[in-house]
């Protein structure tokens, strides 16, 4: 999950937040929800981060919404990553639909 916050750090994704689905969620460990400031921002992060697995890891990650880039959803394994415009991620606040207190941490990115 490293690799994936710092790239989402590196292209300066806001407002950063892993939620922990251990035990919530057969799907993945992890899910990350990240904004980008516009949909050229939202594009350029989800790109960056497929590329960056592939070329650290061999991860080929499955990619969906890139075309509209108003909420891209990246399948990276045991994570996964949303990347939204800020009020796209708003309207929908999955934040709110897995996270309990205990189970959500800001990354800090």
């Known amino acids: 999950m490293g690799i994936i916050l710092t790239s989402l750090n590196d292209m300066k994704a806001e407002e950063v937040v892993k939620i922990d689905l251990r035990g919530k969620s057969e799907m993945a460990d992890w899910m990350i929800i990240a904004s980008g400031g516009s949909s050229r921002q939202v594009a350029s992060i989800s790109e960056h981060l497929v590329d960056r697995l592939k070329q650290d890891h061999g991860r080929l990650s499955r990619i969906e919404g890139k075309d509209a880039a108003d909420w891209v959803l990246i399948d990276a394994g045991d994570a996964i990553v949303h990347v ?17 207190p205990s189970r959500a941490t800001a990354s800090g990115a």
């Open 84 to 100: 939204f415009r800020p009020e796209v991620r708003e309207f929908y606040q999955l934040e709110k639909l897995w996270m309990t």
